[in-house]
């Protein structure tokens, strides 16, 4: 009678858990959100981090809204982070006044497609600085990192005598094991948005 009770309570809970299943693996993340998902995400990101703005675009194609959140992971060895700086006057006063601007970019040289990841205008050079601390601190022996921006077009053209695709995205932020760093404050992940 007890072994009974025991198959009867299993089978309830292997039922439970098919109705149910959690999202385990990167593939479930990207077949529930191809258009915010487009690699695998290697253990880095979660539902939050899928859905912080969803709601925003709901199910609308790639490339539709200006600020949805499309995702790609790739290995750490394999980007590259740098930004140039200029002098010019301030950007949001006086002409007279002079500063040292800066421009980021976030270069992905894989086998097959390449993808440039740049900021949306000039910015004070201690913004760069801190965004390559944070990148350092970020990436230093982690495997994997993960990019998040939107699409801004693709080109093809031939690099090195070889043909190349080359995305271009305006960066939204950058993830890892370890943390997350964001073009917009307070945009990282743990700010309120519960998965439903």
Not at 108 to 117: A, E, F, G, H, L
Not at 120 to 149: D, N, Y
Not at 158 to 178: A, C, D, P, S, Y
Request: aromatic content about 12%; charged content about 30%; hydrophobic content about 35%.
């Amino acid at each position: 009678m007890k072994l009974w009770k025991l198959v009867l309570i299993l089978l309830i809970l292997v039922i439970r858990s098919e109705a149910n299943p959690p999202l385990r693996s990167s593939e479930s993340l990207r077949t529930k959100y191809p258009q915010k998902m487009l690699t695998a995400e290697y253990g880095i990101l979660n539902e939050k981090d899928i859905l912080k703005d969803w709601r925003e675009f709901e199910k609308e194609p790639v490339g539709m809204k200006l600020r949805e959140d499309v995702w790609q992971c790739f290995p750490a060895r394999e980007v590259s982070f740098h930004y140039q700086t200029w002098k010019d006057s301030d950007l949001m006063g006086s002409e007279k006044a002079e500063f040292t601007i800066c421009d980021f970019e976030f270069q992905v040289r894989d086998q097959k497609i390449w993808s440039d990841y740049w900021g949306r205008r000039g910015l004070p050079l201690e913004f760069c600085k801190s965004m390559q601390a944070r990148w350092i601190e970020l990436t230093q022996h982690e495997e994997f990192v993960c990019l998040s921006g939107f699409p801004v077009d693709e080109v093809r053209a031939v690099v090195h005598g070889r043909k190349r695709v080359i995305t271009h995205w305006t960066l939204n932020k950058f993830q890892t094991r370890k943390g997350c760093f964001s073009y917009f404050e307070n945009d990282c992940p743990g700010d309120g948005l519960e998965v439903q």
